[in-house]
């Protein structure tokens, strides 16, 4: 059933919406219209991309704060934890990119309602994030020795916590990685996946993911979805 | 107020619950009833003590199952991804410790009900994740390169994340993390934050977080928490 998913255009966000407007609202539903959100990153996809596309799916306005590297230095001290993406809800930070993740995806019906799928979100969300972690390091690296340790990854935790995931999808019935239609956990694979197979990571074969028809079809089904689809056309791959 | 913390006592466990008991009752507190819980991981505190904290103050009755290290490797290609603790509910498994932490707190009234306090919830918890991570390596490593590889994270990571979190702390009132009573934040704060100086782990100074009153504070808070003290005094301390 693709409940959640359709009814995502609810949230349709109006600035200076009228009180007329917010008549036959939950309460959480006005919160979403009157709240301002501000998502602070790179020019980048990276880690702010599941958040960007969520809002998106969501139909949420927000601004999206797209920095230069090379004003960062400056930034960095502001931020809770060093660290961007930062979400300012109403001019409150939010640090920490799965936890605004979740907190859109639940604004975005794009997060499970019965509280264990929930938690099936939430683990495939910490495993995602737990395959990305040793790939980190590679990057300041150079030659031989990020060869040697990109190699290293894919005999190792990159591939094989995609597998896990991959056999999760299939345990869930392989539509989605949690509960019956789409959430930040397809959102966030999709994301990873896609940036693994780009053949821009050097020493990553796009070829990497083949043999994991499930996990395949996901990011083709996140990536043609419609919303998903309009905004990395109009906000991701121009600006990159 | 600490409206949650005194509500958790009504998720009493009782096996057999008969339909009477029931009568009253949420759904989800229903569920809490019929539902059986079994927490895998070793005879230790490490990723598993925030949850079983989180399952002692819900009172939420479920097997606390201690592995023996030689037991491992038999099990490990069993669980979803390689890796304990493991939490079967109703013989399903969650895996990855903050979403089991999550979804137990959720049922245990430990996990603020306002979305934004959720997500400072959240965030607290992601930012002690990425706090421990650069540690574990160090556990590996001996002499000479452990010490100066753990020093190298006191003058970091290990310090300034928890710095951060005191900030947050203070910015939040000083009581708790998120919200404005106990959450699965300030049980994973204070798990972490004892363990580090528990001086027990060589070439971490005990005092190294002496000069965050909050977090101090916090830590113990949560430890003299009668729920707390009771289930590490008569599970932990002992076993350990």
Chains 1, 2 share one sequence.
């Not at 264990?116 to 390091?137: I, R, T, V, W």
């Not at 959102?187 to 996990?215: A, N």
Request: net charge neutral; proline share 5%; aromatic share 8%.
């Amino acid at each position: 059933s693709n409940e959640r998913t359709s009814d995502n255009a609810r949230h349709t966000n109006v600035s200076g919406g009228s009180a007329k407007q917010l008549i036959g609202m939950s309460e959480q539903e006005q919160k979403v219209q009157t709240q301002t959100f501000k998502l602070i990153y790179f020019n980048i996809g990276g880690r702010a991309l599941a958040t960007r596309l969520a809002f998106a799916v969501g139909n949420i306005k927000f601004t999206d704060e797209r920095i230069e590297f090379g004003s960062w230095p400056a930034l960095k001290p502001t931020t809770p934890f060093g660290c961007i993406p930062v979400l300012e809800v109403d001019g409150v930070p939010l640090a920490q990119s799965n936890a605004m993740l979740r907190y859109v995806g639940r604004m975005a019906n794009l997060y499970p309602e019965d509280p264990f799928q929930a938690a099936k979100c939430d683990e495939a969300l910490y495993a995602l994030y737990d395959a990305g972690a040793p790939l980190s390091p590679t990057f300041r690296m150079k030659g031989e020795e990020q060869k040697k340790a990109r190699e290293a990854l894919l005999d190792g935790p990159l591939v094989k916590t995609i597998e896990a995931i991959e056999k999760g999808l299939q345990a869930n019935g392989g539509e989605w990685l949690a509960g019956d239609s789409m959430s930040v956990a397809d959102l966030s694979c999709f994301c990873f996946v896609r940036w693994l197979q780009s053949g821009k990571i050097d020493h990553i074969p796009p070829t990497l993911y083949d043999h994991l028809p499930g996990i395949n079809a996901l990011v083709k089904k996140v990536g043609t979805n419609a919303a998903v689809a309009k905004w990395i056309d109009e906000h991701e791959t121009k600006k990159k």
